[in-house]
């Protein structure tokens, strides 16, 4: 006997207090989280990637450097995108100093931290431990650096937004790194793990370009709203006359049984030049723009000025563009159509049979690419990237490895069936530090066809679908 499916088994769930992940998704359908504690948690605000109030605390770094610790050639980091999973959700951003040192700055959520009044003078505080490793992605089995913060966060700062701590990294010219992050809330003892890399390859690459707000606090994220302004420095250049590579609208990733994948960034639809040394930027028009000293495509920094709500969507126009994985000819839907609305209710009803069904597929849908745009941006929006597409049509991997510039994600549990593997490859030295592409030949069992179906009949899991035939027989 077949087993009613429980829609939610599998997809991406969301944390209790300050996630920045609450948004208001299309139709009317609210992600509610709850507070860890009314009287202490505050509701996030999106800029950027969010707009942030920046309180930077003096902490003391205990910095060291091992080249000798081992640890697996793979790393296991099941959970690293589904934020459910953490209760810390820090904002990382990496700046280069010099050809030897570079700056890694965590944004931390006070909101999101446990509090309590066990300690000696019994006053309300929480304890944060931040620990960062470095890899070189030609040796991953050993540490290059470490360094480390600890803090303690007391009730003042429950009124802010953010809490900033900046730590220093030994990372070397001409060299890739892979830099691990660990945040530990550690009156909860719950850890976050998260993955970045540290782009170091020559000299312009985009971590060189520090991108800040008015009030000097760093800008986290590649979105930049209407008439905000930030501020670009290079260390080592004087950025008198910067080459702007301008893209009204790059195009969104190729199913994965193309071997063939998008290459960022590709010709731009202008190019100019603009003073910025001593003074903060706008972007004066929707897209992409690639900030740089030369005048070499993909070298710089990409900030993009998208959707008024990035990284979630609002119009319906808006809505429709990202069915292009499931519906193909939506574009030239989106020409013909007179009513957009009526174009999106009838597209998703048809999938799903029934108004209900319906409302949790686009719930569904829409929560996946608002988690594409918010992990997987780089020279354009999330959803439009290799990993955005394959996270919005086959969702949260069961598992996800690391190791050098390889990430592979794994669908499926093995019972009686093929595991569905994507492999992505870093490609390094390019104005984005989240730039992964497919490697079409490298993966296996696609099941491109099966996903397609199941989301025209209104079926996203097919993978569990299959463990519970494995079941069954």
Sequence with gaps: MRRRKNWNRREVSFSDGGCPFLTILPYNITLRLLMLKKAMCTRWKLNGHFTLGMVILFTAFLVSCSGSRKIQQS??????????????????????????LSELNVAIYPSELLFNQANPDSVLQGKVKITAQLYDVKDSSAVVDTASASLVVNQQSLGKSTIL????????????????????DVLRERTTISLSMVDKLNHNTGQWYRTSLDDGSPFFGISVKPNQLVHITHPLRVLDSAY????????????????????????????????????????????????????????????????????????NEELLAPMVYIQPNIHDSLLRAANKKLLLDSLWLARAGDHESARELIRIYYNRLFLANYFFSSYTEGWKTDRGMVFMIYGLPNQIFRYGLNEVWVYGTGKGQKLTRFHFVYRQGGASPNDFVLDYRRSSNLKWSMIQQGWSHGKPFIFDDEDDDAQDQ
Excluded at 244 to 269: G, I, M, S
Excluded at 273 to 302: F, H, M
């Design 165 to 184: 701590t900046k730590l220093p990294l030994r990372a070397k010219i001409g060299h890739a790194y892979v830099l691990n992050l660990l945040v530990t």
């Design 244 to 315: 702007v590579f301008y893209y009204k609208a790059l195009p969104v990733a190729k199913p994965p049984v193309v071997a063939f994948r998008v290459d960022y960034p590709p010709t731009a639809d202008s190019v100019w030049k603009w003073k910025i040394a001593g003074r903060s930027v706008t972007l004066p028009y929707k897209g992409v723009y690639i900030i740089c000293t030369d005048s070499i495509p993909g070298k710089g920094v990409v900030l993009g000025r998208f959707n008024a709500g990035f990284p979630k969507i609002a119009t």
């Design 75 to 100: 790393i296991k980091l099941t959970s690293m995108y589904n934020p459910g999973a953490n209760t810390v959700h820090p904002e990382v951003k990496v700046f280069h100093l010099n050809d030897s």
